[in-house]
């Protein structure tokens, strides 16, 4: 893939390095092409060396090429990161005084852009004009994260993560837009896998990444949402952006986050990986080999509440909101009985939720991993609708998934 990575004058310029990076070892051709202000920031033998390619910033250099019409009609993507209060300005009045905005006026390639700026700058409402008018002509105008800003400044305005960036921009470039049709509601997504301790230094834990619950709640807040992630144990990811993030450990404490968050929630998405046991008692000081050999080779579990299952039972009770859809995942094994599909269609009629997505899971298979694959089903009048969801990075896993949550959202309003 021909990737051009815009660049422009702002202290985040630095960032743009890890995602030239980022697109090169995916074995991406990539093209930096900064604005004048951003070599104030990084020069652009920096640029030139990571990408492998020459660096120019005026559609007067390379005259002979026609540059901008050329890389331009060459790309399949432009990434702008970071863009500055002035680039959406310009880019929003169709400028070309320069040749990032004259290449962008030239691609029909999607165009992601990813702003960093002051909150002020971000909020302002010529800014946030701009933004309507790019992302009305379909270009996608990222959120910034919330966070520190130069200075000792924080709030939104902040440069995503070059890692967030980068995947997101190929959600997009997949074919998965990012509509604002989350705006006006708030979701809950559980992420990770929850462990359950045995004495002060060991704990019965499992593989989850955290990775498909994060790439969940960075796309929900992407599309207008309003996020609370309750995460256990997950592998040092960035924050989802603009999500509000509660950290648990053990199922237990996973379950009374939800329970305190989910009455105000419009869907809740249980995407952990939930122990569903726990050792009955818990040593208060580390268990010895020699001493507590006894209770050290037969650890008595008992069972974990059922998170899913309970914010079920709690709607139908009216102590959530009615139209409230609830989601959850179910890793199977096919076996000489059944298939994966065939469990997951037995599970979400157990679980009385309105969407499962159903994986075939085995060692090495899904967890960690950055792909994913299986089924959406979503429970209706009639039989479960099932959707075949096909191989895809965890965040177009999400984007297929918000849908389906949409979609039972709409379903329970028309019904309830
Ligand atoms: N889940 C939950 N609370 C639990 C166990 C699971 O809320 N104690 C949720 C998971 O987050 C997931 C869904 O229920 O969204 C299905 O989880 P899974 O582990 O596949 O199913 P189990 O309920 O554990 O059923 P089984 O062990 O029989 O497959």
């Known amino acids: ?9 702002g ?9 030239v990076r980022n697109f090169k070892e995916a074995g991406d051709e990539v093209r930096v092409i900064p604005t004048p202000s951003a070599l104030n920031f990084i020069g652009a033998a920096t640029f030139e060396a990571l990408s492998g390619n020459s660096v120019s910033t005026s559609v007067f250099e390379g005259v002979d090429e026609v540059q901008h019409v050329r890389l331009g009609q060459e790309a399949d993507a432009v ?20 040749l990032l905005s004259a290449t962008v006026l030239v691609a029909t390639c999607p165009v992601i852009v990813a702003p960093a700026m ?20 379909g270009v996608t105008v990222l959120e910034p994260a919330s966070g520190r800003l130069t200075g000792v400044d924080s709030g939104p305005g902040r440069l995503l993560e070059p890692e967030q960036i980068a995947d997101l921009a190929r959600m997009v470039i997949a074919g998965q837009k990012l509509p604002r049709d989350w705006e006006g509601k708030s979701v809950l997504i559980t992420a990770g896998g929850t462990q359950e301790n045995l004495d002060p230094v060991r704990y019965l834990g499992n593989r989850s990444s955290g990775r498909q619950g994060f790439a969940l709640a960075e796309v929900a807040a992407q599309r207008g949402a309003r996020v609370c992630v309750v995460a256990g144990a997950t592998e040092e990811l960035p924050t989802p952006a603009g999500a509000q993030v509660v950290r648990v450990t053990s199922t237990e404490e996973m379950a009374q986050a939800v329970a305190e ?20 008692s818990r040593a208060g ?15 008595k579990l008992v069972e974990n509440p059922d998170i899913l299952r309970t914010a079920v039972l709690a709607r139908e009770r009216g102590e959530l909101k009615a139209g409230m859809a609830i989601a959850g995942f179910a890793a199977e094994t096919g076996d000489e009985r059944h298939s994966a599909l065939e469990y997951g269609l037995a599970k979400l009629e157990r679980k009385g939720c309105d969407l499962l997505m159903c994986n075939e899971v085995g ?14 089903l979503r429970a209706g009048e009639g039989e479960p609708e099932v959707t075949e969801v096909p191989d895809g990075s965890k965040y177009e896993i999400a984007g297929a998934y918000l849908s389906q949550v949409l979609r039972a959202l709409d379903q329970r309003s028309l019904h309830g």
């Open 363 to 376: 060692v090495g298979k899904v967890f960690g991993e950055r792909h994913n694959r299986g089924w959406l």
């Open 11 to 19: 202290i985040a310029a630095y960032k743009a390095c890890h995602l």
């Open 118 to 137: 002051h909150t002020e700058m971000w909020l302002n409402p010529a800014t946030q004009a701009n933004v309507h008018t790019l992302r009305s002509r």
């Open 285 to 299: 000081a580390k268990m010895k080999k020699g001493q507590d050999e006894a209770a050290l080779n037969s650890i």
């Open 261 to 280: 968050h989910a009455p105000q929630a419009d869907a809740l998405i249980m995407a952990a990986a939930v122990a569903d046991f726990r050792p009955a």
């Open 1 to 9: 893939m021909k990737v051009i990575v815009g660049v422009a004058g």
């Open 79 to 98: 990434v702008i990161a970071p863009a500055t209060a002035d680039l959406l300005a310009r880019l929003a009045a169709g400028r070309a005084d320069d």
